[in-house]
């Protein structure tokens, strides 16, 4: 009892108080836990729209040394983060156009657009890992696209 009308004195004389307060009384929460699956910084700035009524998913994939996803599109746009290893990412515009080839290393983050097809393939000596989210998802769909190789494009 008097520990809050002390804090109440102190909201009203000193702004530093006020946040010492503010921390003190925060509810640390329990029977909770988080797991963090990929953190990464991006070279990009991104805005991403989610349609109402859409699904956002998120996966982990792992890909053995060699292994690759395949050539695919996807419904919406999506956000890759490397936890581990490296991927390079073969991607043409659908339709066909110049191919790109970019790789990326744990740590790092790369946008895939619903405009491309690509194929994700660890060209490195150990297994990769990345977090996936998907946006815009058809609701109970599939967040994945299979697509014929363009032929043009060596992944």
């Known amino acids: ?19 010492a307060v503010a921390v003190a009384s925060a509810d640390a929460g329990s029977g909770f836990t988080s ?30 040394p060699g292994g690759f996803s395949g050539w695919h599109s996807h419904p919406g746009i999506l956000v890759v983060v490397v936890q581990s290893g490296e991927v390079t990412i073969y991607s043409e515009p ?14 790092q983050v ?21 977090a996936t989210t998907f946006f815009n998802v058809p609701h109970g769909g599939s967040n994945r696209i299979d697509q014929a190789n363009p032929g043009d494009c060596p992944g």
């Open 110 to 130: 790369f946008l895939e657009h619903s405009e491309d097809e690509q194929n994700v393939v660890n060209t490195g000596a150990e297994s990769a890992v990345t």
């Open 94 to 107: 659908v339709g066909g156009g110049e191919c790109s080839i970019h790789t990326y290393t744990a740590g």
């Open 1 to 19: 009892m008097f520990g809050k009308r002390a804090a109440l004195v102190g909201l009203v004389t000193s702004g530093l108080v006020a946040s």
């Open 35 to 64: 797991v963090l699956i990929g953190r990464g910084q991006s070279d990009h700035s991104f805005g991403i729209q989610q349609r109402k009524g859409n699904d956002v998913v998120t996966t982990q994939n792992t890909f053995a």
